[in-house]
């Protein structure tokens, strides 16, 4: 639960987590105490009926520190009260591919309740603005783009990468502290099994953005998401 009081409410602690990373550092130790809202329970893909009714939320600093009925949770005395009844919290939304270029990215994403987004750094979309205050989670994105720079020509008489060197290439990756690898168009069927199963011993998230391999290859060696999809319309 660290980081992102709002990754537990679009609205609410969204406002409560601008108000708590302002400049004082003095804010940030604070506790709130969120009562009289209703939290939604989205476990099993939004098919859970265990809403909490009439809840209290703590927060302490940048960590939600206890979530329950009004009756079972013990509100500190220093805490900051905020009455929230007559409201809805619920998970923070992720923006899985997004740019984040200044302070205003920053505050309209947490407005919006976006609290967390795999950054997309560089390129056409500009540098990631890494200094937010207050920010979304950032978690890094790199790509492995394969042999994908080769001609068609070349790529029928070339040498794959293997598995070492694939690890090699991910391990270098993983080093640079990246949490989300796009598998990009010049990798092959046989070497998607290699690197998703180096990802996960990173517990590094894969995304595929195919074309020498069809999505049930990408499926089969545990490629987790995809992007452009409609590319595959004849794939699939």
């Known amino acids: ?36 809202g209703t939290v939604l329970d989205l476990d ?7 809403d909490i009714e009439n809840a209290v939320v703590l927060v302490s600093g940048n960590e939600i520190t206890a979530v329950g009925k009004k009756e079972e949770v013990i509100i500190p005395d220093n805490a900051e009260i905020l009455n ?14 997004a740019a984040l270029n200044d302070q205003f990215y ?52 070339k040498q794959w990468a293997t598995t ?27 070497q998607l099994e290699a690197i998703v199963k180096k990802c996960m011993e990173h517990n590094m998230v894969t995304i595929g953005e195919l074309g020498h391999s069809k999505v049930v290859d990408a499926l089969a060696a545990g490629i987790q998401s995809f992007v452009h999809i409609s590319r595959y319309s004849i794939d699939i």
């Not at 990754?7 to 969120?34: M, P, Q, V, W, Y």
């Open 44 to 50: 099993n893909y939004g098919n859970s009926f265990s």
């Open 1 to 36: 639960m660290k980081i992102a009081l709002i990754r537990f409410g679009i609205i609410i602690l969204g406002s409560c987590l601008i108000h708590a990373c302002s400049d004082s550092n003095k804010e940030l130790d604070k506790t709130f105490a969120l009562v009289g």
């Open 106 to 157: 920053a505050n309209a994403f947490l407005y919006l309740g976006v609290t967390t987004i795999v950054g997309l750094d560089g390129g056409r979309r500009g540098p990631i603005f890494w200094d937010g205050n207050p920010t979304p989670q950032i978690y890094k994105f790199d790509s492995y783009y394969g042999d994908s720079e080769w001609s068609e020509e070349e790529q029928l008489i």
């Open 84 to 97: 929230i009844e007559g409201t809805f919290l619920v998970p923070g939304l992720i923006d899985a591919f």
């Open 164 to 190: 070492d060197e694939i690890n090699k290439d991910i391990d270098s990756i993983a080093a640079n502290d990246v949490k989300v690898l796009l598998v990009h168009y010049g990798v092959k069927p046989d």
